[in-house]
């Protein structure tokens, strides 16, 4: 009665694990264009390269490390995350906003 219960973990450590999704793209505009990145890859990467007296290029991809502080140029900077299309454009600082917003909204309804 209990060995298909056995076969759980087997079937669990055997099957394929979905790949991370990022948004990939070289340019200064439309950035929205989702990939699957390939098995290893961790992160999905945002980098902003403004050189002086240029326009503001945004490189985003998938990656297998996140650049440290000391990596970055003065003039680019660099984001990193782990979850499915979390490289797109929404600003997180806004989600964060909406957020308190929402609470603030529900204690003062009580």
Not at 20 to 26: A, G, M, R, T, W
Not at 72 to 96: E, F, G, K, M, P
């Amino acid at each position: 009665m209990r060995t298909p219960l056995l076969w759980l973990p087997l079937l669990l450590i055997t099957w394929p694990a979905q790949a991370l999704q990022c948004h990939e793209c070289s340019a200064t505009k439309d950035c929205f264009q989702p990939v699957s990145c390939v098995a290893q890859t961790r992160y999905c990467l945002t980098t902003w390269n403004r050189p002086p007296g240029q326009e503001t290029i945004v490189i985003k991809s998938c990656a297998y490390t996140c650049p440290g502080f000391q990596e970055s140029l003065s003039y680019s900077r660099a984001s990193c995350c782990n979850t499915d299309l979390c490289n797109s454009a929404v600003s997180h600082s806004v989600s964060w906003g909406v957020l308190a917003f929402s609470l603030l909204a529900a204690y003062l309804s009580r």
